[in-house]
């Protein structure tokens, strides 16, 4: 039996042409070995993973601003109504999920940086909240 990756419709697991897949351990789909999400000892697709992350996704501004902040709730909007309909921005989520939560913890603990990243993004989020 064919298999094919649920994120990319890529045929995985093929000794010919085939990527190495692992399954997703919410909805069992099959996932290449290049969209798959790891966390802790499972593997996710893309859309049961970012389930997962539910609306903590923003770990770098959560780690800031705190998880019931209005900035953390404008960047969320922005990723679901804006990034999430593109593939440019599916990448960048992609990307900010797989290296945002080391930064997050590395920063929730020391204000100064805290607040030298919200002097980051607080341009970022009056710029989109003017859009909103």
């Not at 064919?2 to 045929?11: A, E, Q, R």
């Not at 290449?32 to 996710?44: I, L, Q, S, W």
């Not at 679901?80 to 921005?89: E, Q």
């Amino acid at each position: 039996m064919t298999k094919y990756c649920v994120s990319c419709d890529y045929k995985v697991g093929g000794l010919l042409f085939g990527r190495g897949y692992e399954k997703c351990e919410d909805c069992s789909e099959y996932v290449c070995n290049k969209c798959y999400a790891k966390e802790g000892d499972g593997y996710y697709c893309k859309g049961c993973h970012r389930k997962k992350l539910g609306s903590g996704g923003c770990f770098i501004a959560t780690a800031c601003y705190g998880i019931d902040s209005n900035q953390v709730e404008i960047l969320r909007e922005w990723r679901d109504n804006t990034l999430l309909k593109s593939s440019f921005g599916n990448r960048f989520v992609d990307f900010y999920y797989n290296i945002s939560p080391p930064i997050a913890d590395f920063i929730k603990d020391k204000p100064l940086l805290k607040k030298i990243v919200c002097c980051g993004l607080n341009p970022i989020v009056s710029t989109l909240r003017g859009y909103s």
